[in-house]
């Protein structure tokens, strides 16, 4: 008769540099949306049109703008670190450096295509999030058999 175990462990190491790439991305991504993005628009007054079309405007909502939307990335990066896959927070990086680049595309497109560093604070902290998430918790595991004797 053969019985096996399994061990199964985290390296410290993974967990605390997946804790350190999320919290940096996350305050990346919500320093980011405070910042001015383009002709001197703070992310948080950016509408939501410099997605998707060249003539972007400032707007009041904050929430309905790419900075609200960064700052919600932020967050849902964040909350990422609660699953152990860390699939979340990868996504919300991936998000994040999609919205970035659309951005950065319909600005170069326009008139005045000045970026800022608020933009760029953004990306930064999206690819950071999406590392984080790519370096998610990974279990090793080590199969041990032993033979038993049947008397």
């Known amino acids: 008769m053969t019985t096996?175990?399994?061990a199964r462990h985290?390296?410290?190491i993974g967990i605390a540099s997946r804790l350190l790439l999320t919290t940096l991305g996350a305050a990346g991504l919500v320093a980011g949306a405070f910042l001015p993005w383009t002709r001197d628009i703070?992310?948080?007054d950016l509408e939501w049109r410099a997605v998707y079309h060249s003539s972007s405007a400032s707007?009041?909502?904050s929430v309905l703008s790419i900075g609200g939307?960064?700052?919600l990335l932020g967050l849902l990066a964040v909350l990422g670190l609660a699953e152990r896959s860390g699939w979340l927070t990868r996504v919300a990086g991936a998000l994040g450096v999609i919205g970035v680049v659309l951005v950065i595309v319909n600005v170069e497109r326009s008139t005045d295509h000045g970026l800022q560093w608020g933009?760029?604070?953004a990306l930064a902290g999206s690819i950071l999030c999406l590392a984080a998430g790519m370096s998610a918790m990974r279990?090793?595991?080590r199969t041990t058999t032993r033979a038993v004797?049947?008397?």
């Open 4 to 6: 096996h175990a399994h």
């Open 10 to 12: 985290a390296q410290p």
């Open 42 to 44: 703070k992310g948080v």
């Open 59 to 61: 707007t009041t909502d």
């Open 69 to 71: 939307g960064a700052v």
């Open 119 to 121: 933009l760029w604070v």
């Open 139 to 141: 279990e090793t595991a």
């Open 149 to 151: 004797r049947d008397e």
